[in-house]
């Protein structure tokens, strides 16, 4: 039985995990910083670096409880995109144990894993059409099949997870402010009217939206009159998910896709995958476990079995890239 040991290290999360051939999950540790960061407001890049060196070998050793080097086939690491500091950390000690241990090393792109993840719960079919939401990022992926992979939206500024943790921030929720609103917009109602953002193509922008926030919460302040934050998070998620609805809506008219998912911090949103639910009938949907929406090793892991069937390994020398392309 083939298995991965899978690390972490992209952000604010350390994370291990151990992945057999049959995408079961033999063991899986996260840790995050997030108590720390939210002090600051946000993940604080050089903060983050730190904690992971840290955190990583209790880590690893967690992550390999029950288990020895020897049933390991492989180990993989997170590459790129995310915080290069962070990711050096990853890499150091995957390159450290697959040097030591004598085993192949593979460099996994974050959204490879955030996409392929989702085959913990279903079969994946092609063409395939993967809304990426995280807190780095906002993209519409288009994949031909588990090799290829052509973007077809991103934002023109701020990703998604972004303007929900500094919409958050405005209303004076703490960091990561995602889970938070989504929860207070449950209480909310259509009170608010906030701007849809107007872009071309298949393209997101969201600092808009976000500046509107800001706007219509000092208007209020200079008028005295107190700002209803469940109104104001209601008003924000529904133009936020509506423009990310209506942008994969328009990819699906103009492409042949058999199958759309959504990928990434974002997509634990239970807004979000109510009006994916809703709307994407006519193609298969999945939605990934809420578990390994956020930063995880899982993940990692799985999207380490597509290289390893492919050959795909790294060097030793290999350099880790905080904006390493998907589609390159
Ligand atoms: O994928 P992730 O853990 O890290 C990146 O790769 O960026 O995503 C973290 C982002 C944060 O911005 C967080 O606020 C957001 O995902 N997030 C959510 C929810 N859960 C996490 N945003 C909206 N609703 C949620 N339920
Ligand atoms: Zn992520």
Do not use: W
């Amino acid at each position: 039985m083939k298995k991965i040991l899978a690390i972490e290290t992209s952000c604010d999360e350390t994370a291990c995990a151990i992945i057999n051939e049959d995408l079961a999950i033999e063991t899986s540790v996260v840790t995050s910083q997030i108590d720390v960061h939210a002090r600051f407001g946000g993940v604080i890049p050089e903060v983050a670096s730190r904690m992971h060196v840290e955190q990583i070998s209790t880590i690893i050793k967690e992550g390999l409880k029950g288990h020895s080097m020897d049933e390991i086939t492989a180990v993989a690491y997170t590459i790129g995109p995310g915080l290069i500091g962070s990711l050096h950390i990853g890499a150091a000690a995957a390159k450290s144990l697959a040097f030591f241990f004598n085993k192949p090393l593979i460099g996994v792109h974050h959204l490879k894993g955030h996409i392929f993840v989702n085959e913990l719960v279903d079969n994946l079919e092609y063409p395939l059409l993967a809304l990426v939401v995280s807190g780095g990022h906002t993209e519409l992926v288009y994949l031909k099949d588990d090799q290829s992979f052509k973007i077809l939206g991103t934002t023109l500024d701020d990703a998604i997870g972004e303007a929900y943790d500094k919409v958050a921030r405005i209303i004076g929720l703490e960091y990561p402010g995602g889970p938070k609103i989504d929860k207070l917009a449950k209480e909310g109602k259509a009170h608010y009217s906030l701007p849809t953002p107007k872009v071309e193509g298949y393209d997101f922008s969201f600092s808009g939206l976000k500046n509107a926030c800001l706007q219509l919460t000092n208007r209020l302040n200079r008028q005295n009159e107190a700002v209803v934050d469940a109104d104001l998070a209601y008003a924000f998620q529904e133009v936020a998910l509506h423009h990310l609805l209506d942008k994969t809506l328009k990819v699906l008219k103009d492409y042949p896709v058999r199958h759309v998912l959504i990928a990434g911090g974002v997509a634990a949103n239970s807004r979000l995958r109510e009006l994916m639910s809703e709307h994407i009938t006519e193609q298969k949907l999945t939605l990934p476990p809420l578990k390994y929406c956020t930063d995880n090793a899982v993940m990692i892991g799985v999207a380490a079995f597509k290289e390893l069937k492919s050959g795909n390994f790294v060097a030793f020398d290999a350099a880790s890239s905080s904006s390493l392309a998907i589609d390159k």
